[in-house]
C-alpha cells in the first residue's frame, strides 16, 4: 500500500479533489478534521493556556477555534507552536488509521502543512493542487464570509507554509479551465500501477 500525501493552499480545491478520489474508492485521512479534535481534550487545553491565555477559551472552558485561527494567521511563530503540539498527535493517530486499510493500492492524507510540519517523510508520493490567487480569493470569500483581504492575509501565510521547498510528484490545476476529473483519474491509474 502506499501512503500519499496531498496538499495545496486554501481554496485551492483539496477537499473536492479528495472526494472524487473517494469515489474511486480511494480512503482518505483529513487531517485538519482530525486535528480539531485534539483541542477537546483536557491535556491539549492545559498546553494550549500558557501559549494563548485565556481569549481563546469560552465560558465554558472550550476552545475558541475561531478565535484560535484569527491569532495564529496573525502570528507564525503562535502557529508553529500549535502545529508542533497537535500534529505528532495526528501522525499517530493517522498511524493507527492506515493500517485498517493494507489491502488497498494506495491511501490519502489530506493536509495544507504537508511542508511546513516535515511530514512529507511519511509519504511515498505528494500530490499538489493548486489554482490562481483570484479564483481562490473568490471561492475562500464566499466559503468563510471573509474579506478580499482577509483572504489573501490568510493565503499569504498558507502559501509560505505549503511552497517552500515543494516538491510534489503530481499536480492538479484547479483553474476552472482543466477538467479536474481527468487529472485525478490519470493520477489514480498511475498510482494503481505503482504497487
Known sequence: MLKVGITGNIGSGKTTTCRIFEHLGVPVYYSDYEAKKYYDYQEIKEKLYPIFGEEIFTETNEVDKKKLGQIVFNRLDLLQQLNNLIHP????????????????????????????????????????????????????????????????????????????????????????SRLIIPQIIEIHQDLMHEK
Open 89 to 176: 498527535l495526528v501522525e499517530e493517530h493517522f498511524t493507527k488509521w492506515y493500517r485498517q486499510y493494507e489491502n488497498h493500492f494506495y491511501i490519502l492524507f489530506e493536509s495544507a502543512l504537508l511542508y511546513s510540519c516535515n511530514l512529507t517523510h511519511l509519504f511515498d508520493k505528494i500530490i499538489l493542487v493548486d489554482a490562481p490567487l483570484h479564483l481562490i480569493i473568490n471561492r475562500v470569500m464566499k466559503r468563510d464570509k471573509l474579506s478580499s483581504e482577509e483572504v489573501k492575509q490568510k493565503f499569504n501565510i498558507q502559501s509560505w507554509l505549503t511552497c517552500e521547498n515543494m516538491k510534489p510528484d503530481y499536480m492538479i490545476i484547479n483553474d476552472e
